[in-house]
Nanobody, 123 residues
Framework: QVQLVESGGGLVQPGGSLRLSCAASGSIFSIIAMGWYCQAPGKERELVATITKGGRTNYADSVKGRFTISRENAKNTVYLQMNSLKPEDTAMYYC?????????????????WGQGTLVTVSS
């Protein structure tokens, strides 16, 4: 009923930048919050950054000052600008959204995940 499609991952050298995008579509009445999580090989999925509909943001300590999350409410899209990338940022990055569905889907609150986009930081 609600889908998230991520894009923007890839291979980048240390110190480089990438911009991830995630677009939500489907039976959406409102998106309460959106965010990015990452999962490195052998590790659990962890928070990178979140942003509410009102624009309040939250970041993991490891990315503060380097990553910026933003969203375009009219497009149901969230972005993650990643600067000064480090090899330890290498991971699969997943988009997450807390969505209030529209009337056709019963005005329910859903948590939705994207398929993930791979970010590799290596020289």
């Amino acid at each position: 009923q609600v889908q998230l499609v991520e894009s923007g991952g890839g291979l980048v050298q240390p110190g480089g930048s990438l911009r991830l995008s995630c677009a939500a579509s489907g039976s959406i009445f409102s998106i309460i919050a959106m965010g990015w999580y990452c999962q490195a090989p052998g590790k659990e999925r962890e928070l990178v950054a979140t942003i509410t509909k009102g624009g309040r943001t939250n970041y993991a300590d490891s990315v503060k000052g380097r990553f910026t999350i933003s969203r375009e409410n009219a497009k149901n899209t969230v972005y993650l600008q990643m600067n000064s990338l480090k090899p330890e940022d290498t991971a699969m990055y997943y988009c997450n959204a807390e969505v209030l569905t529209d009337k056709s889907a019963g005005y329910r609150t859903l948590e939705v995940w994207g398929q993930g986009t791979l970010v590799t930081v290596s020289s």
